[in-house]
């Protein structure tokens, strides 16, 4: 069952060194906070997981809490690349990355396979492509009923999947809208399950067929304003497409990346300090 606690107890307490973790969030409601908390606590030899690794795993690998990557694209959206991540793969700094590249449509299923309880997924995929010689987590197999080859994939199963999402209510169940990557199915997936929220709230007041995920397939529930930026919060906040140009030029030199994320992270006690710090207006709070 859910427990609503502070987003440092819960990393603390719920993330170990050598860890799976996936941070999903497609364009929208991507857990900023919760990486940053990552990076706060020195968590080291993660296996990050994400459709979509962006900024925050931009800051996680240049950070040196990565040990592999297992993702389906790459890259700061709508700008270009990803200089840490790069630097990690080209040069193998802060330390080398080990890399698993599959399809989104791949990834997705992989998840959807480790929420079922399934070890592999099974997806009409890859003929024609080369990615199969350079992932060798990539099989064929023959459907047993018609013969024809199906590309196989193994289950994704993190030890931690961390959201965010908009609300939660105080026994833990919790609702999000808008664009939705995989992170329900991240969270049905995983062992453990870390949601930051905009808001918790007495009633849900959830509209039908609403994503809504019950409090017993999440182990904690943090209450983190504006902990998604600089991606945005459908109904909250909107993206912040200027510190996305930003970060192109903080993150293309390793010092100024260093100084950058010693000065605004490692130096700062919570995302609000953070937010303070980087000089990001917070809109003012709804009322619960």
């Known amino acids: 069952m859910a427990e609503i606690t502070s987003l440092r107890e819960a990393i603390a307490a719920l993330v170990r060194d050598g860890d799976t973790v996936a941070c999903e969030g497609f364009t929208h409601l991507i857990p900023h906070a919760a990486g940053h908390e990552l990076?706060?606590?020195n968590k080291r030899d993660l296996t990050l997981v994400r459709l979509t690794p962006d900024v925050i795993y931009d800051q996680l690998i240049g950070m040196g809490c990565a040990r592999k990557l297992v993702f389906s694209w790459g890259g700061n959206p709508g700008v270009g690349s990803l200089h840490r991540f790069r630097d990690a793969v080209e040069n193998g700094h802060p330390r080398p990355l080990e890399l698993e590249e599959h399809s989104h449509a791949a990834l997705a299923n992989a998840y959807v396979a480790g929420a079922s309880g399934l070890t592999f997924a099974v997806l009409r995929a890859y003929a024609g492509t080369d990615l199969p010689a350079y992932n060798s987590n990539i099989r064929f197999l023959r459907c047993?009923?018609?013969?024809?080859?199906y590309a196989a994939v193994p289950a994704v199963r993190p030890d931690v999947a961390i959201i965010h999402a908009q609300k939660a209510d105080r026994r833990g169940n919790v609702l999000l809208w808008?664009?939705?990557g995989v992170q329900k199915e991240a969270v049905l997936a995983a062992k453990r399950a870390i949601v930051t929220v905009e808001e918790i709230v007495e009633e849900l007041?959830?509209?039908?067929?609403a994503c809504v995920l019950p409090r017993f397939v999440v182990t904690a529930v943090c209450r983190v304003p504006f902990g998604a930026h600089p991606s945005y919060a459908q109904g909250y906040y909107a993206r912040d497409n200027r510190f996305y140009r930003a970060w192109d030029d903080i993150s293309r030199d390793r010092e100024r990346f260093r100084e950058w994320m010693v000065r605004h992270v490692l130096e700062t006690a919570d995302f609000a300090e953070y937010?303070?710090?980087?000089g990001i207006t917070v809109p003012p709070e709804r009322s619960a």
């Open 39 to 41: 990076i706060r606590q």
């Open 144 to 149: 047993p009923f018609t013969g024809e080859e």
């Open 178 to 180: 808008g664009i939705l």
């Open 205 to 209: 007041d959830a509209p039908p067929n």
């Open 275 to 278: 937010l303070r710090s980087a």
